[in-house]
Each structure stands twice: as C-alpha cells, then as structure tokens.
Nanobody, 115 residues
Framework: QVQLVESGGGLVQPGGSLRLSCGVS????????VAWYRQGPGKERELVAA???????NYIDSVKGRFTISRDNAKNTFYLQMNSLKFEDTAVYYC?????????WGQGTQVTVSS
C-alpha cells in the first residue's frame, strides 16, 4: 500500500508563491513516478507536473517557468514550488503516485489565489 499526504496550501495574492509538500509512505519501491494534479472550480482534473524515477520532469504549458517539481528521496517527500501565481491557478491540488498496479492519491490541499 502507498499513502500520500499533501500540505502547504492556502490563500495567496497574485504574483505570490507557495510550496506544496507530499509525504509518501508504504511500499515506496513500487512507485514509478510521482506527480501533482489540480482541479479548479467547474473544471476537470489536470496533470500539472510529474517527475520520474530517473529525474525527468514534465509540466503543462501554463505553468512552465513558474512551477518546479522536485523530490527528496531520503525524506520520502516531493514538492511543488509555485511562483508568480495567477488567479487561474486556484484549485485543489493533489499529489499522486503511479505504480505498476494503479495510482494512489492524497486528499488534496486548497490553493486560492485572490486579491
């Protein structure tokens, strides 16, 4: 089993920054990649950023140059650094882990960008 817990969400003004964290526990050796997803009001869930076991990263175009995904294997934690936040970044953010047998998800953390 794999367990994920997100933290770091909150209210921030446009142009501000937040750092999300995801703690991972369980059978970590089964994890092939980890990622951040988000779901805004009235929108479908979308993949925001992912990092694979070999360190390759992928981002959706709308966050390139603003968001950075990273991991600390020694701490069993991965992060999403979000800079230059925009109104459209408002969403519930979920961390996820992909395994051979399926995906695991955290409960989500709310990020609200507002003046």
């Amino acid at each position: 089993q794999v367990q994920l817990v997100e933290s770091g969400g909150g209210l921030v003004q446009p142009g501000g920054s937040l750092r999300l964290s995801c703690g991972v526990s369980g059978i970590i050796a089964r994890i092939m990649s980890v990622a951040w997803y988000r779901q805004g009001p009235g929108k479908e869930r979308e993949l925001v950023a992912a990092i694979t076991g070999d360190g390759n990263t992928n981002y959706i175009d709308s966050v390139k140059g603003r968001f950075t995904i990273s991991r600390d294997n020694a701490k069993n934690t991965f992060y999403l650094q979000m800079n230059s936040l925009k109104f459209e970044d408002t969403a519930v953010y979920y961390c996820g882990a992909k395994t051979k047998w399926g995906d695991y998800w955290g409960q989500g953390t709310q990020v609200t960008v507002s003046s």
